[in-house]
């Protein structure tokens, strides 16, 4: 059984940095798409940035430049490094895992406040 466990969240003010850090279990991570994805207040979640098993990465634009994924094969790890960041910003962040076979799983969630 998979299981994602995220932490890193907080309160931050507006221009500040925060790391999140998801860890992964019982699945072959090194083969599979990992993901954040966010979902603030009363909408939906969207994805924040993805990262394949050989490192590619992709952000959404209002992240570009701000926000940085990466992946530690060897330790089942994926974080997200957030600078710069907006009231906007302001969300439950979920670590996403996505299986070979299309399977997803989901983190419980890791809020994150910046006051402006």
């Known amino acids: 059984q998979v299981q994602l466990v995220e932490s890193g969240g907080g309160l931050v003010q507006a221009g500040g940095s925060l790391r999140l850090s998801c860890a992964a279990s019982?699945?072959?991570?090194?083969?599979?798409?990992m993901g954040w994805a966010r979902q603030a207040p009363g909408k939906q979640r969207d994805l924040v940035a993805t990262?394949?098993?050989?490192?590619?990465?992709n952000y959404r634009d209002s992240v570009k430049g701000r926000f940085t994924i990466s992946r530690d094969n060897a330790k089942k790890m994926l974080y997200l490094q957030m600078n710069s960041l907006k009231p906007e910003d302001t969300a439950v962040y979920y670590c996403?895992?996505?299986?070979?076979?299309?399977?997803?799983?989901w983190g419980k969630g890791t809020l994150v406040t910046v006051s402006s």
């Open positions: 996403k895992l996505t299986t070979r076979d299309g399977i997803v799983y």
């Open positions: 019982g699945s072959s991570f090194t083969l599979n798409l």
């Open positions: 990262i394949t098993s050989g490192g590619t990465t």
